[in-house]
């Protein structure tokens, strides 16, 4: 710094002085981040109302006694949570090949990104599979929208609480189950489809022409947090 | 958000952090988390080593961990700068003030609800 700049001329470079982004961050992953906390309200608020409805419940469907089946295999009863361990085990697992897709992108490694997307989106199909057998297995045993199963079935699915109190809350149970899981299927479904369209312009070269995987990253995002929601979606109808 | 992330990224879009390495890392704590969980789940809680109603806060505790993994891992906002950090994450509390009202709600529910 020479003597004769003033303290007030000296061009300042902290990150909030002015003449380029503070975040440091390309606006397109600047407004994917704002996306994903706007699509965290929407399901905080969806698995807020199940914990006031299930909070201020006489009863509830117990989860090791509702899912306790295998589908695909023998055992329909006593395995509670195994099925839910391996679709859990499958999403973290698609969110590693993603991580890895990233990873390679900065390396600008084509094949590497290729394949590591090409997993990702494996496990993206395999994980929305088990979610329609655990719907279908559900299904057939009389849950849905507005149906339950009937008083001698439901008898098997709650520990303790009155009879009488069955139905109403087996019903909402029901309800929610199906819409908040179905509603984080479908973003894991549209995470798919977005998915294949980022591996198809990885496969045709487009980030190689432009010289950034930057959109992998983008989508990678999105991709963490369909998994983040399980987490949750997982913690709070399987195991609470 | 540490203050490393403060520091001055030389290029835009390039990030230290995740090498091939720590993302296994990582993966490894996910999955250790989630079978700690499921020792809870299928073996402690049933057996009644720990009792139920301490299992829920355990359960909602790790699941907190998990998300922090993702997010600052997996998602790498803890290389992000701090601001966006903030940006971020400071909203989130709006969703802890509606745990507390619906909490709170849901009391007053279970007085409205028809006495079987």
Same mark, same amino acid.
């Not at chain 1, 390309?26 to 994917?32: A, C, I, V």
């Given at each position: 710094?020479?003597?004769?700049?003033?303290?007030?001329?000296?061009?300042?470079?902290?990150?909030?002085?002015?003449?380029?982004?503070?975040?440091?961050?390309?606006?397109?992953? *600047?407004? *994917?981040?704002?996306?994903?906390?706007?699509?965290?309200?929407?399901?905080?608020?969806?698995?807020?109302?199940?914990?006031?409805?299930?909070?201020?419940?006489?009863?509830?469907?117990?989860?090791?006694?509702?899912?306790?089946?295998?589908?695909?295999?023998?055992?329909?009863?006593?395995?509670?949570?195994?099925?839910? &361990?391996?679709?859990?085990?499958?999403?973290? *697992?698609?969110?590693?090949?993603?991580?890895?897709?990233?990873?390679?992108?900065?390396? *600008?490694?084509?094949?590497?990104?290729?394949?590591?997307?090409?997993?990702?989106?494996?496990?993206?199909?395999?994980?929305?599979?088990?979610?329609?057998?655990?719907?279908?297995?559900?299904?057939?045993?009389?849950?849905?929208?507005?149906?339950?199963?009937?008083?001698?079935?439901?008898?098997?699915?709650?520990?303790?609480?009155?009879?009488?109190?069955? &139905?109403?809350?087996?019903?909402?149970?029901?309800?929610?189950?199906?819409?908040?899981?179905?509603?984080?299927?479908?973003?894991?479904?549209? &995470?798919?489809?977005?998915?294949?369209?980022?591996?198809?312009?990885?496969?045709?070269?487009?980030?190689?022409?432009?010289?950034?995987?930057?959109?992998?990253?983008?989508? &990678?995002?999105?991709?963490?947090?369909?998994?983040?929601?399980?987490?949750?979606?997982?913690?709070?109808?399987?195991?609470? | 958000?540490?203050?490393?992330?403060?520091?001055?990224?030389?290029?835009?879009?390039?990030?230290?952090?995740?090498?091939?390495?720590?993302?296994?890392?990582?993966?490894?704590?996910?999955?250790?988390?989630?079978?700690?969980?499921?020792?809870?789940?299928? !073996?402690?809680?049933?057996?009644? !080593?720990?009792?139920?109603?301490?299992?829920?806060?355990?359960?909602?505790?790790?699941?907190?961990?998990?998300?922090?993994?993702?997010?600052? !891992?997996?998602?790498?906002?803890?290389?992000?700068?701090?601001?966006?950090?903030?940006?971020?994450?400071?909203?989130?509390?709006?969703?802890?003030?509606?745990?507390?009202?619906?909490?709170?709600?849901?009391? !007053?529910?279970?007085?409205?609800?028809?006495?079987?």
């Amino acid at each position: 710094m020479s003597a004769q700049v003033s303290p007030i001329d000296e061009v300042k470079s902290t990150p909030w002085s002015g003449g380029k982004s503070p975040f440091d961050v390309e606006y397109g992953k *600047m407004m *994917m981040w704002f996306f994903l906390l706007s699509d965290a309200f929407t399901f905080s608020s969806l698995l807020i109302s199940y914990g006031a409805l299930r909070f201020s419940s006489a009863s509830w469907p117990a989860p090791d006694l509702v899912f306790q089946s295998v589908p695909l295999t023998s055992i329909e009863h006593g395995a509670p949570l195994v099925f839910v &361990g391996l679709m859990t085990f499958i999403l973290i *697992m698609s969110s590693v090949t993603m991580v890895l897709a990233v990873e390679a992108g900065h390396r *600008m490694a084509k094949k590497e990104v290729l394949w590591w997307m090409l997993a990702t989106i494996i496990g993206g199909f395999t994980f929305l599979g088990c979610q329609a057998l655990e719907w279908t297995h559900l299904h057939h045993e009389g849950f849905w929208w507005g149906s339950i199963p009937n008083v001698e079935e439901l008898k098997h699915l709650f520990k303790g609480g009155k009879e009488a109190t069955y &139905g109403t809350y087996a019903q909402q149970f029901a309800n929610l189950f199906f819409t908040i899981t179905g509603f984080h299927g479908f973003h894991v479904f549209s &995470g798919v489809v977005i998915n294949i369209i980022i591996t198809i312009n990885v496969l045709v070269g487009t980030y190689a022409k432009r010289g950034s995987y930057l959109m992998v990253e983008k989508v &990678g995002l999105y991709w963490h947090f369909v998994d983040l929601v399980w987490v949750f979606v997982f913690t709070f109808f399987y195991l609470v | 958000m540490s203050s490393e992330s403060t520091g001055a990224h030389a290029e835009h879009g390039e990030h230290e952090g995740m090498t091939r390495k720590k993302i296994w890392v990582v993966f490894g704590v996910l999955l250790l988390i989630t079978v700690i969980e499921f020792i809870f789940a299928l !073996y402690l809680v049933p057996k009644e !080593y720990v009792p139920a109603h301490w299992a829920n806060p355990v359960y909602i505790v790790l699941t907190l961990v998990k998300a922090f993994f993702i997010v600052a !891992y997996f998602m790498h906002l803890k290389f992000e700068k701090v601001g966006l950090a903030l940006a971020i994450i400071v909203p989130i509390l709006f969703i802890i003030g509606l745990i507390l009202v619906l909490t709170n709600e849901s009391h !007053y529910w279970v007085d409205l609800r028809p006495k079987l």
